[in-house]
């Protein structure tokens, strides 16, 4: 049940965006136990100074290609299995669409079951409980 906002800077191509964000999910699949159609994904294409970022705090040098994704999951995943899950993205990601490894920036959140409503109203993942 995770979902990720994905933001960068405006005028990549579809190509680009589809070859992101499948990657990005597979990554999901292969490293986090992340169900193949649970995929929930937000792009945010932004304006020139509209994403802001350090160029080399923590990393870098930082690009003017630089991808951030902020993901939010339900359950809780061991500092193994996220170390696994950042260097599968950035294998995946430069392989295709060919983003460098210093240009991506992940977050994980996490959150309680009530948390959730995938639509309806509901808190299916109460229920599910």
Same mark, same amino acid.
Request: proline share 6%; hydrophobic share 40%.
């Given at each position: 049940?995770?979902?990720?906002?994905? #933001?960068?800077?405006?005028?990549?191509?579809?190509?680009?965006?589809?070859?992101?964000? @499948?990657?990005?999910? $597979?990554?999901?699949?292969?490293?986090?136990?992340?169900?193949?159609?649970? $995929?929930?994904?937000?792009?945010?294409?932004?304006?020139?100074?509209?994403?802001?970022?350090?160029?080399?705090?923590?990393?870098?040098? $930082? #690009?003017?290609?630089?991808?951030?994704? @902020?993901?939010?999951?339900?359950?809780?995943? #061991?500092?193994?299995?996220?170390?696994?899950?950042?260097?599968?993205?950035?294998?995946?990601?430069? @392989?295709?669409?060919?983003?460098?490894?210093? @240009?991506?920036?992940?977050?994980?959140?996490?959150?309680?079951?009530?948390?959730?409503?995938?639509?309806?109203?509901?808190?299916?993942?109460?229920?599910?409980?």
């Amino acid at each position: 049940m995770p979902v990720t906002r994905i #933001s960068f800077h405006r005028g990549k191509s579809p190509e680009y965006l589809k070859a992101l964000s @499948d990657n990005f999910h $597979r990554a999901m699949v292969e490293t986090f136990n992340v169900p193949e159609a649970d $995929r929930f994904q937000t792009i945010h294409q932004l304006e020139p100074g509209e994403l802001i970022f350090d160029r080399n705090y923590f990393g870098g040098p $930082r #690009s003017d290609d630089f991808v951030f994704f @902020d993901v939010t999951i339900g359950r809780p995943r #061991s500092a193994e299995v996220k170390q696994a899950f950042y260097r599968r993205i950035v294998e995946l990601l430069a @392989d295709a669409p060919g983003v460098r490894p210093e @240009d991506v920036m992940v977050t994980v959140t996490t959150t309680q079951l009530e948390d959730w409503s995938f639509s309806n109203g509901i808190a299916q993942m109460l229920e599910k409980a």
